[in-house]
Nanobody, 123 residues
Framework: QVQLVESGGGLVQPGGSLRISCKGA????????IGWFRQAPGKEREGVSC???????YYSDSVKGRFTVSRDTEKNTVYLQMSSLKPEDTAVYYC?????????????????WGQGTQVTVSS
């Protein structure tokens, strides 16, 4: 069983950048598909990206070219680097872990979720 803790959220101006982290405990994240999801007030949860060692990384169309996922195996941490941020990127961002193949559509495939970190893009 893996525990996930997100950090690094905050307030950033439109066009700015922010990196949020997902640190794992209890198991190595290299053995899981790690998804990033976000949920804005009044909206459904949206899949942002998914990465695993075997398949690589997938991104939703809404963030492709602006967001980049990376991992630090030694720190057992996966990062979501967000650039060219827009007000519509404002949401609570969650990381999640699954022992299945990557998906940014089927949130129910993920068994482990972090508590979320707030990202607000505003001037």
């Amino acid at each position: 069983q893996v525990q996930l803790v997100e950090s690094g959220g905050g307030l950033v101006q439109p066009g700015g950048s922010l990196r949020i982290s997902c640190k794992g405990a209890g198991a190595t994240l290299d053995g899981y598909s790690i998804g990033w999801f976000r949920q804005a007030p009044g909206k459904e949860r949206e899949g942002v990206s998914c990465t695993n060692i075997r398949e690589g990384t997938y991104y939703s169309d809404s963030v492709k070219g602006r967001f980049t996922v990376s991992r630090d195996t030694e720190k057992n941490t996966v990062y979501l680097q967000m650039s060219s941020l827009k007000p519509e990127d404002t949401a609570v961002y969650y990381c999640a872990a699954s022992d299945r193949i990557c998906t940014i559509v089927v949130g129910t495939w993920y068994d482990y979720w972090g508590q979320g970190t707030q990202v607000t893009v505003s001037s």
